[in-house]
């Protein structure tokens, strides 16, 4: 993997203070269960004050393989990302062609989107759902320091998605999960999204978090009660805080902005885990509700 180094132009962006959201040093069950607009992580969790580096006047500078993200440039065909026909109909393939360029993979699969908005949602959150699924959905920002797949669900993807989209395919070299992000509300945005340098992982600090889509959350001891084969269930991966940890975001993003970073890269000699969060950015004034939407995907080289 890609180390850190001495690097003067990082060291002259503008800072300020982040809260960003840790799992805290103990031994806990570690398990995250979405429902409709409305996310809840067990464990402890604890803000810790972080630099925030601002990485957008000089956004040239950060690549997927040395950093884990990149931040490029896309116009979209969508006119409303709030249309859900609209973005059916558009956008995946949109999103396959840009992963492609930005990445130079043979070919992309896509998976899903999720907007996600940092405006009230307890309305919708009580608003009860059969059979809830975590895409194509609204759902708050993301809580907590995170990677949406841990290394066994990240090589297992590739396997899959694979299998499935190029059956009669020579087979691939290579592959990546991602996610592809863009803001669609004026900025600045209130809380956006932060991004830390892949290179500053530290190893020791990470865990796994399984993924549970639930129509109603559990309560009390249900929430954490032993469930078979809960070792091989889709899992992210969370972090505890350390000081070493390089975090970044781009300020005043617009629609035509977009951030491609890394879940899981099958090669390791480059940097191949892109953590990230939302925070809250007080140090820009008139900061407004912040609006995105997210697509999974998985980028193949052949």
Same mark, same amino acid.
């Given at each position: 993997?890609?180390?850190?180094?001495?690097?003067?132009?990082?060291?002259?962006?503008?800072?300020?203070?982040?809260?960003?959201?840790?799992?805290?040093?103990?031994?806990?069950?570690?398990? !995250?269960?979405?429902?409709?607009?409305?996310?809840?992580? +067990?464990? #402890?969790? &604890?803000?810790? #004050?972080?630099?925030?580096?601002?990485?957008?006047?000089?956004?040239?500078?950060?690549?997927?393989?040395?950093?884990?993200?990149?931040?490029?440039?896309?116009?979209?065909?969508?006119?409303?990302?709030?249309?859900?026909?609209?973005?059916?109909?558009?956008?995946?393939?949109?999103?396959?062609?840009?992963?492609?360029?930005?990445?130079?993979?043979?070919?992309?699969?896509?998976?899903?989107?999720?907007? !996600?908005?940092?405006?009230?949602?307890?309305?919708?959150?009580?608003?009860?759902?059969?059979?809830?699924?975590?895409?194509?959905?609204?759902?708050?920002?993301?809580?907590?320091?995170?990677?949406?797949?841990?290394?066994?669900?990240?090589?297992?993807?590739?396997?899959?998605?694979?299998?499935?989209?190029?059956?009669?395919?020579?087979?691939?070299?290579?592959?990546?999960?991602?996610?592809?992000?863009? +803001?669609?509300?004026?900025?600045?945005?209130?809380?956006?999204?932060?991004?830390?340098?892949?290179?500053?992982?530290?190893?020791?600090?990470?865990?796994?978090? &399984?993924?549970?889509?639930?129509?109603?959350?559990?309560?009390?001891?249900?929430? +954490?009660?032993?469930?078979?084969?809960?070792?091989?269930?889709?899992?992210? &991966?969370?972090?505890?805080?350390?000081?070493?940890?390089?975090?970044?975001?781009?300020?005043?993003?617009? !629609?035509?902005?977009?951030?491609?970073?890394?879940?899981?890269?099958?090669?390791?000699?480059?940097?191949?885990?892109?953590?990230?969060?939302?925070?809250?950015?007080?140090?820009?004034?008139?900061?407004?509700?912040?609006?995105?939407?997210?697509?999974?995907?998985?980028?193949?080289?052949?």
């Amino acid at each position: 993997m890609a180390t850190m180094a001495d690097d003067g132009i990082e060291e002259r962006a503008r800072r300020s203070e982040a809260l960003i959201r840790y799992l805290g040093e103990g031994d806990y069950v570690t398990r !995250r269960y979405v429902s409709q607009g409305a996310e809840i992580n +067990t464990g #402890v969790y &604890t803000d810790h #004050v972080m630099p925030m580096r601002d990485g957008m006047p000089l956004r040239d500078h950060f690549t997927l393989d040395t950093h884990g993200f990149v931040l490029g440039k896309h116009a979209s065909g969508v006119t409303d990302f709030t249309d859900r026909d609209e973005v059916d109909a558009k956008y995946n393939a949109e999103v396959a062609a840009a992963v492609c360029a930005l990445s130079g993979a043979s070919f992309v699969a896509v998976q899903g989107w999720m907007r !996600r908005t940092t405006a009230d949602l307890t309305e919708r959150a009580q608003q009860k759902v059969a059979g809830y699924q975590h895409s194509g959905g609204l759902q708050p920002q993301a809580g907590e320091a995170h990677i949406d797949y841990n290394p066994r669900t990240g090589e297992a993807a590739g396997a899959r998605i694979y299998a499935a989209q190029r059956p009669e395919g020579p087979g691939f070299k290579r592959h990546c999960c991602f996610s592809f992000w863009r +803001t669609f509300s004026p900025g600045p945005q209130d809380w956006p999204l932060a991004l830390m340098d892949g290179r500053s992982i530290q190893g020791n600090e990470l865990a796994s978090n &399984t993924l549970f889509v639930v129509d109603e959350f559990p309560t009390g001891d249900a929430l +954490t009660a032993p469930v078979a084969g809960e070792d091989q269930m889709i899992a992210a &991966t969370i972090l505890r805080q350390r000081d070493e940890h390089r975090w970044w975001y781009f300020s005043n993003m617009t !629609r035509d902005d977009v951030l491609l970073f890394k879940f899981y890269d099958s090669d390791h000699s480059v940097t191949w885990r892109c953590p990230h969060t939302a925070f809250h950015d007080t140090s820009l004034p008139g900061t407004q509700v912040r609006e995105s939407i997210e697509v999974r995907c998985v980028a193949f080289w052949e």
